[in-house]
C-alpha cells in the first residue's frame, strides 16, 4: 500500500479528476505520503481523503493539495512560495518539487518539529521552516511570488497581502461572511491593487492567530 505503484494510481486518480498541470503530477508522485501520516493509517495514505495527524489538524486529501496548487501556478513559472500551515509537511514536500524556493510556517512548535522528522530523509535543500504566526507571514523572506494558506482564514491576511510580490497570486479558504460553506478563493496582485477570484466550496481547519 506504500509502494511507488500505489502512488501511480493515486496520479492516475487524480488525472481522470481533472488535474492537468504535469508539474503538479510530476511532485504528487514524487513524495511518499505515507511518510507523513501516523503508521496505522498508511495503508490509507494513498486514498482520496483527508487523515488525522495530531493536534486538531489534518493533512489534506491528494486531490485538494493537486487543485490548490494548480490553480496557484496556472501559467507562471514557479519560483518562490510561502505556505502558511506546515502541518505534517507534506504539502511542503510536493511544493518544494515545484518551486525553486519555499518557505513554510507553522504555529504549533510540536507540529513543526513532527514535520521536520518526517522531511528529513527527503533532503529538500529549497525548503526552509519556520515557527510562526500565519497570519504575519514570513516578512523576512519576503516578497514571494506565491502564497498558499493550508487553513480557513475569517478574512485576507493584510500582513500576507503586503509580502505578495506584484504578479503575485495567493490562494486561501476563506470563511463565508455569513458563516455559511467556507470557499476557496484566488487573490492576484495587480500594478492596481488586488483581484479577488472565488473557485468553489472547501472545508478546512480555521487558520488560528499567534504561536502555540
Not at 51 to 61: A, E, K, R, Y
Not at 137 to 145: C, I, M, N, S, V
Not at 161 to 173: D, Y
Amino acid at each position: 500500500m506504500t509502494s511507488q505503484r500505489t502512488r501511480a494510481r493515486m496520479v492516475e486518480r487524480l488525472r481522470e479528476q481533472g488535474v492537468r498541470d504535469e508539474r503538479v503530477l510530476g511532485a504528487m508522485g514524487a513524495v511518499p505520503r505515507h511518510l507523513f501520516v501516523e503508521e496505522a493509517l498508511a495503508s490509507r495514505a494513498y486514498e482520496d481523503t483527508a487523515l488525522p495527524i495530531g493536534f486538531g489538524q489534518t493533512i489534506s486529501q491528494p486531490y485538494v493539495v493537486a487543485r490548490m496548487i494548480e490553480a496557484l501556478i496556472e501559467q507562471k513559472i514557479a519560483k518562490k512560495i510561502l505556505e502558511v500551515g506546515t502541518g505534517c509537511g507534506y504539502q511542503a514536500a510536493v511544493l518544494a518539487h515545484i518551486f525553486e524556493e519555499v518557505s513554510s510556517i507553522e504555529r504549533i512548535k510540536a507540529l513543526l518539529e513532527r514535520a521536520r522528522a518526517n522531511l528529513l530523509g527527503l533532503r529538500l535543500a529549497n525548503l526552509r521552516l519556520a515557527h510562526g504566526d500565519g497570519y504575519a507571514g514570513l516578512e523576512k523572506a519576503a516578497p514571494f511570488d506565491a502564497i498558499l494558506i493550508a487553513a480557513a482564514a475569517r478574512r485576507v491576511p493584510e500582513a500576507l497581502l503586503r509580502q505578495l510580490s506584484p504578479g503575485g497570486r495567493m490562494i486561501l479558504p476563506l470563511h463565508a461572511p455569513n458563516g455559511g460553506a467556507q470557499r476557496r478563493v484566488l487573490v492576484e496582485r495587480s500594478g492596481r491593487g488586488f483581484i479577488e477570484s472565488e473557485l468553489d466550496a472547501v472545508r478546512f481547519v480555521p487558520l488560528e492567530a499567534g504561536k502555540a
